[in-house]
């Protein structure tokens, strides 16, 4: 089974803190995403990524950057944490284009206070 | 805008009943539909997937898709309370089909 790890369950942060969300997947898959999760809201993409070194804008980027150095990490960067960035972080990865599902992580839910 | 609309819920049948949850989409090329179980506070988990129009049975769930009116459906037979969970429906889009629209969920309860 293709697993996708993210590094964090809960974390907590300070308002202004540089945060780092990491996610790694071992199947080799191409497309990696990240996506927040807010109650009512469902899931909004932020960034998603198809290659090494390649990202595209999701749905809502503002606040956020991604980093790909290699295939199997996709990490998400919150430049200065706000209140506003307080949800559940969602990693997924998709072994093929259409054909299959995402799988997702596990989730990381950030607090920022 | 394309979208994936799902009655929010909750949906409540009782135990050993049939569940029944809808979802419609907008966009005519979507190709591939997606459905995933989600408990509360933890991560969609996917349980189905279907291409073709007509039904694709897996144990006690069933996807039905019908693409000329835009809408496919989960059935889960002889539902279990540990079935209640919120259900998620996606869709791929135009771009590239790598970038799937997602429902809100519809929230299922299953009473014992």
């Known amino acids: 089974d293709v697993k996708v790890t993210q590094s964090s369950r809960y974390l907590v942060k300070r308002t202004g803190e540089k945060v780092f969300l990491e996610c790694v997947q071992d199947?080799?898959?191409?497309?990696m995403f990240w996506y927040r999760q807010d109650p009512g809201l469902g899931l909004r993409l932020i960034y998603f990524?198809?290659?090494?070194?390649?990202?595209e804008k999701g749905d809502i980027p503002e606040g956020y950057s991604v980093s790909r150095e290699k295939k199997e990490r996709f990490s998400l960067i919150l430049e200065s944490a706000s209140t506003n960035q307080t949800s559940m972080y969602l990693c997924?990865?998709?072994?093929?284009?259409?054909?299959?599902?995402?799988?997702f992580g596990s989730g990381t839910r950030l607090t920022v206070v | 805008q394309k979208e994936v609309e799902q009655n929010s819920g909750p949906l409540s049948v009782p135990e050993g009943a049939i569940a029944s949850l809808n979802c419609t989409y907008s966009?005519?090329?979507?190709?591939?539909f997606f459905w995933y179980r989600q408990y509360s506070g933890k991560s969609p988990e996917l349980i189905m997937s279907?291409?073709?129009?007509g039904d694709k049975e897996d144990g006690r769930f069933t996807a039905q898709l019908n693409k000329a009116s835009q809408y496919v459906s989960l059935l889960i037979r002889d539902s279990q309370p540990s079935d209640s969970a919120t259900y998620l429906c996606?869709?791929?889009?135009?771009?590239?089909?790598?970038?799937?629209?997602f429902g809100t969920g519809t929230r299922l309860k299953v009473l014992a």
């Open positions: 997924a990865s998709l072994q093929d284009r259409g054909r299959y599902g995402y799988t």
């Open positions: 199947m080799d898959h191409e497309n």
């Open positions: 990524s198809y290659d090494v070194k390649m990202k």
């Open positions: 966009d005519r090329v979507s190709q591939s």
């Open positions: 279907i291409y073709s129009n």
């Open positions: 996606a869709v791929t889009g135009t771009s590239g089909t790598y970038k799937y629209i």
